[in-house]
């Protein structure tokens, strides 16, 4: 069994989040307007949707 200091664990997991965010926040953007409008979204609140997609634990 390999152990790895708290340091790198902890950098791997924000790692894997922001991963994570990004991959939320693409395909957030990829919605069109149309899209978007039915949903009641504003283009400028992809970024809050793809940190609750992400960062939801």
């Not at 953007?29 to 970024?47: I, N």
Request: no cysteine; aromatic share 8%.
């Amino acid at each position: 069994m390999t152990f790895f200091p708290a340091s790198l664990l902890e950098r791997l997991g924000r790692s894997r989040k922001l991963k994570a965010y990004r991959k939320a926040r693409a395909e957030a953007e990829a919605l069109s307007d149309e899209d978007l409008a039915d949903m009641g979204l504003k283009r400028y609140q992809l970024g809050h949707v793809a940190r609750v997609r992400a960062f939801r634990t």
